[in-house]
């Protein structure tokens, strides 16, 4: 049953309009885990003029809403407020981990992307991803 839910809950995750955000990291890492997704991890800060303009445009964009919610378990975390590892060390936001489901860095990125660029950084990760899985 329990992965019947998790199977639905997925594929309305393919039709979304919204990234499928978790409500924290560690239930975003137990998603990871349990459907065998890798992470995005957005780090964001209460004043980010920068993170506020990535969420509501190239995050809202549907191709790259469409890739996110197939590829990845996402969670949004505050720099100073929630709880992460301190691995993912954010000196500044917005800052963008990507994850394998083992919580070892794929790639990270600092800073604002539009569409485009968003689209060749989403590549990026995961030439390095399949990369890595050859080692």
Same mark, same amino acid.
């Given at each position: 049953?329990?992965? &019947?839910?998790?199977?639905?809950?997925?594929?309305?995750?393919?039709?979304?309009?919204?990234?499928? /955000?978790? !409500?924290?990291?560690?239930?975003?890492?137990?998603?990871?885990?349990?459907?065998?997704?890798?992470?995005?991890? &957005?780090?964001?800060?209460?004043?980010?003029?920068?993170?506020?303009?990535?969420?509501?445009?190239?995050? !809202?964009?549907?191709?790259?809403?469409?890739?996110?919610?197939?590829?990845?378990?996402?969670?949004?975390?505050?720099?100073?407020?929630?709880t992460f590892p301190p691995k993912l060390?954010?000196?500044?936001?917005?800052?963008?981990?990507?994850?394998?489901?083992?919580?070892?860095?794929?790639?990270?990125?600092?800073?604002? /992307?539009?569409? &485009?660029? &968003?689209?060749?950084?989403?590549?990026?990760?995961?030439?390095?991803?399949?990369?890595?899985?050859?080692?």
């Open positions: 049953m329990k992965y &019947f839910l998790i199977l639905l809950a997925l594929s309305f995750s393919l039709f979304a309009d919204s990234i499928e /955000w978790n !409500k924290d990291y560690k239930t975003a890492v137990e998603i990871a885990k349990e459907t065998d997704k890798l992470l995005f991890v &957005f780090i964001t800060s209460k004043n980010c003029k920068f993170c506020k303009k990535l969420k509501e445009t190239t995050l !809202k964009d549907k191709n790259i809403v469409k890739k996110i919610n197939e590829t990845y378990s996402s969670v949004i975390v505050m720099k100073d407020r929630d060390n954010a000196k500044a936001t917005p800052m963008l981990y990507f994850l394998d489901k083992d919580e070892n860095i794929i790639d990270y990125s600092l800073g604002y /992307w539009d569409v &485009f660029d &968003f689209n060749f950084v989403l590549k990026d990760v995961q030439k390095r991803y399949l990369k890595g899985m050859k080692k």
